[in-house]
């Protein structure tokens, strides 16, 4: 049953990739703005659930190493990002006849989203509410991310349809990471307890690396004040949800 809840998870994940349907009727100003506030409060439900769910649960499952497999997974993915260059913002790059950077970012998101059902198959093996909180989690930062996927592929020459298509097509990876984690723990007993503080320094890198930065560029007192205010939402949400579904 609980594979049944994960995989449910990880698909209603990877319909997230169909967002770009709603870009084609927004006007660019509006979008910006979205995304900027999106990104507060992404930030905020990660931060939440890494110091609110997943550490604490590393180290009641392992209080020897919790630490040390935090610091693997924020350095993880670190050279994850690195060697394919995951960043959403390709520097230097603005003619849209730039396919190569598209499938470099399709090739980038299915590793990624991978590994993000590889972490809810782990939340999951150890309780329902964990799996449900780190599911929200993943939703949360994929919102900007699938966004700004969708917008890279039409910057490079991909049609409407297309872009979907493929982004759709990347996003399902992260089925196939969920179902390898629990084949896995067949053979490996515990696995659960590497994945989840991995998930929570890979949890810390986006965060830190990815959407916090790109808060800090937005210096206008208003838009600052509604960023914190998502912010702080985002981290409320997840003491919210984990009372709602019962985690200790």
């Not at 990877?14 to 930030?43: H, N």
């Not at 790109?214 to 939402?233: C, P, W």
Request: with cysteine; charged share 10%.
């Amino acid at each position: 049953m609980t594979l049944w809840y994960a995989l449910l998870s990880v698909f209603a994940v990877s319909l997230l990739s169909l967002l770009g349907a709603v870009l084609i009727s927004i006007q660019r100003k509006t979008l910006e703005q979205i995304i900027t506030y999106t990104l507060a409060l992404s930030s905020g439900v990660l931060l939440g659930t890494t110091f609110f769910e997943l550490l604490p649960e590393g180290v009641e499952l392992f209080p020897d190493s919790v630490f040390l497999w935090t610091l693997v997974g924020f350095i993880s993915f670190f050279c994850l990002e690195k060697m394919i260059q995951w960043h959403h913002h390709v520097e230097g790059r603005h003619d849209h006849d730039d396919k190569p950077v598209a499938y470099l970012t399709l090739i980038g998101d299915g590793i990624h989203n991978f590994a993000d059902g590889a972490v809810i198959a782990a939340a999951y093996l150890v309780s329902v509410p964990l799996g449900v909180t780190t599911t929200i989690a993943v939703i949360a930062h994929e919102v900007p991310h699938e966004l700004s996927d969708f917008l890279i592929l039409i910057h490079g020459g991909f049609s409407n349809k297309r872009a979907l298509l493929y982004n759709f097509l990347s996003a399902t990876t992260a089925i196939a990471g969920t179902i390898l984690v629990f084949l896995a723990t067949a053979q490996f007993a515990d696995l659960e307890r590497y994945l989840i503080p991995f998930a929570a320094g890979n949890f810390l890198y986006i965060a830190a690396s990815d959407l916090i930065p790109e808060l800090l560029t937005k210096r206008h007192g208003k838009t600052s004040v509604i960023q914190v205010a998502a912010m702080l939402a985002g981290i409320s949400i997840v003491p919210l949800v984990s009372y709602l579904f019962g985690s200790a």
